[in-house]
Structures are given as structure tokens and as C-alpha cells.
């Protein structure tokens, strides 16, 4: 069987199984990595701390539990960021979210493609507020270099309606020094950021498949398989 034929003949069902791609597959997708030690942009006014240089960040949009995981990890621990004598969070982590309705509000540092309308913040004492309202309990967990959040869909309502679809939400995280390298309050804005993962735009949460999603997968599968086999035989 000549290469044309076997393109050919893979191409029906090649089309069946990419059918469920996301529409947005050029965007980035979760999880972005992001180099270390570049954690002190000009515009920051906090120490070099490794517990706010994130090496990696991903969003896990799940459909059948209706939940969105937030989870960072960092060149240093996240136990480092907590005032061991009185609690006190000494950063934290904004996960900025467009709904839809993003604006860019980091255009003045040189990042017109980091946009978000909405900002959910994690501490590293596990603690989180979202629209004025605390994380419910037990859901944001530190364990080593890594923070992460289980958050209900719900949760995370738009500021406004109608909104995108949730697959279609996208994400950025920057974490924030409250102290400066003199252990004094930073006032809340840019010079609090230590970093931005992605760099200059967001990225776009990786989906779990639903379970009839894997089932159409595999029976796609098969068919190929299948079909395959027949074409060879007739070659």
C-alpha cells in the first residue's frame, strides 16, 4: 500500500477522533512552566524570595465534579512565606481569571496580554479570598514547594453575565510580596509582584475528559484499528 493510500485511508476517521479537540488549541494550555530565578522584574519592590518564583502553574478543569484545581510550585518552600512567629502570610498568590471580560490592567508594565476580570487569592497559610469571599475550608493545601486550591466552579462565578463557557476561561498567576527587602509593608499594586507565569499571556485551564468523552476515544480507536487492518488486507 503506497503513503497516499494509507493517508487516505486514515483520514475519515482521523477527522472522527479530533473532533473533541478544544476550539481554542492554539492558546497555551496548562501547565506552563516558567524559568526560575527571574522573580525580580524592575518594578518589584520585595526581597528575591524562592518561595515566590514559580516554576510551574496549572489550572485542571474538571466536568464532571464541576471543579477547578489552582496549583503552583515555586524554587522555594511554600512554609517560607509564613511569619513563623505570628502566622503572618509574607506574600501571596493572585490567580488572575478572564471570564470573558478581561481588561489589561498590566498594559503599563509591558504586558498587554495578561488580562483578567476577576482575581483569586491564595495564601500560603492556606487561607484564600475570592470576590470578598473566604476559600472554603480545607481547600487550599501547601505541601513542600506546592500550593494548591480545589475550588467549585460555582465558587468562581463571573463578575457579570453571560460569560464564556468555563473550558473557554482563561488564567494567570503572579505572586505578591507584602514585606519589602526592609521587612516594612509594600502598599498593595505592582511593585508587590514578584513574577508572572506565563510571562506575557495567559494560558487556558487542561481539561479531565469526561467519562463518555474516554469512551468515544476508545471506540474511535478501535475503528481505526479496524479500518486499518481492512485497507492493509485489501493493499
Request: proline content about 10%; overall charge negative.
Given at each position: 500500500?503506497?503513503?497516499t ?10 477527522l ?8 481554542n ?11 526560575a ?54 506574600g ?57 486550591a ?86
Open positions: 500500500m503506497t503513503m493510500r494509507i493517508f487516505y485511508s486514515l483520514t475519515p476517521l482521523a472522527i477522533l479530533g473532533a473533541g479537540l478544544p476550539a488549541a492554539a492558546l497555551l494550555v496548562g501547565p506552563v512552566q516558567d524559568p530565578n527571574d522573580n525580580t522584574p524592575s518594578y518589584y519592590a520585595g526581597p528575591p524570595l524562592a518561595g515566590l518564583d514559580v516554576l510551574s502553574a496549572n489550572v485542571i478543569y474538571n466536568p464532571s465534579l464541576n471543579t477547578l484545581t489552582f496549583t503552583s510550585t515555586m524554587a522555594g518552600l511554600i512554609s517560607s512565606l509564613v511569619n513563623p512567629a505570628n502566622g503572618q502570610n509574607l501571596s498568590f493572585s490567580w488572575g481569571i478572564n471570564h470573558g471580560f478581561g481588561t489589561n490592567n498590566f498594559a503599563a508594565i509591558g504586558l498587554p496580554n495578561v488580562v483578567f476580570d476577576a482575581v483569586l487569592t491564595l495564601n500560603p497559610n492556606g487561607t484564600g479570598t475570592y470576590r470578598g469571599n473566604q476559600t472554603p475550608g480545607g481547600s487550599v493545601t501547601a505541601s513542600g514547594n506546592t500550593l494548591t480545589v475550588l467549585p466552579v460555582a465558587f468562581l462565578a463571573p463578575p457579570t453575565l453571560p460569560a464564556l463557557p468555563v473550558a473557554e476561561w482563561t488564567y494567570n498567576l503572579w505572586p505578591r510580596s507584602s514585606f519589602d527587602a526592609s521587612g516594612a509593608a509594600l502598599p498593595f499594586g505592582n511593585s508587590q509582584i514578584a513574577d508572572f507565569a506565563p510571562d506575557s499571556e495567559d494560558f487556558s485551564a487542561q481539561a479531565v475528559p469526561e467519562p463518555g468523552t474516554l469512551g468515544t476515544g476508545a471506540f474511535g480507536a478501535a475503528l481505526l484499528l479496524l479500518y486499518w487492518r481492512r485497507k492493509v488486507g485489501r493493499g
